[in-house]
């Protein structure tokens, strides 16, 4: 039991850092290794949270100029990257579609509601969000369990 608890965690964290490898726009800053950053004018978007450290540069360097902070995990809270993500506005238009490579995508979108919709490893998921003026909105996404995510590997897919 222990070591296939072990094999499926290794497995997760493959998927992750998998993801994650030959990001092109990375930052030099150590904490920040795999970091990819991108956008439309307007729309700027920050993709990473490989490790703490990365998490606490990324809060540290956009937390005060974003307002959205999306979060990808399997059900147990192991993070998850490789995620697609498209964000749009309830009455329709999209605002943002990007490949979330790390477990965290941080934006700056114009204050109001929007919906969010991510995909997967076999799972999309959608959410209403309500996003401030002021402060970090956070939405976490953590529908996909260990089972899905190990039968997407190895089945290919993501």
Same mark, same amino acid.
């Given at each position: ?12 964290a493959?998927? !992750?850092?998998?993801?994650? /490898?030959?990001?092109g726009?990375?930052? +030099?800053? @150590? ?6 950053? &991108? *956008? ?18 990324? !809060?540290?360097?956009?937390? /005060? ?5 999306? +979060?990808? @995990? ?6 998850? &990257? *490789? ?7 309830p ?68």
């Open positions: 039991m222990r070591i296939q608890r072990s094999i499926r965690h290794t497995a997760l493959l998927a !992750l850092v998998s993801t994650v /490898s030959g990001v726009a990375a930052t +030099e800053n @150590a904490a920040a290794r795999f970091l990819e950053q &991108g *956008g439309e004018p307007g729309t700027p978007w920050v993709s990473g949270g490989v490790g703490s450290d990365e998490r606490q540069y990324m !809060l540290g360097e956009y937390g /005060s100029s974003y307002n959205l902070k999306l +979060e990808f @995990a399997v059900s147990d809270s192991s993070y998850l &990257g *490789g995620i697609d993500v498209v964000i749009s506005k009455a329709g238009g999209t605002v943002l579609t990007v490949h979330s490579r790390g477990p965290w995508l941080m934006t700056r979108l114009p204050p109001g509601d929007y919906r969010v919709r991510v995909t997967g490893y076999g799972r999309s998921v959608e959410q209403s969000l309500k996003v401030p003026a002021r402060g970090l909105k956070s939405a976490v996404f953590k529908d996909w369990t260990e089972a899905e995510v190990s039968a997407a590997l190895r089945a290919g897919s993501k």
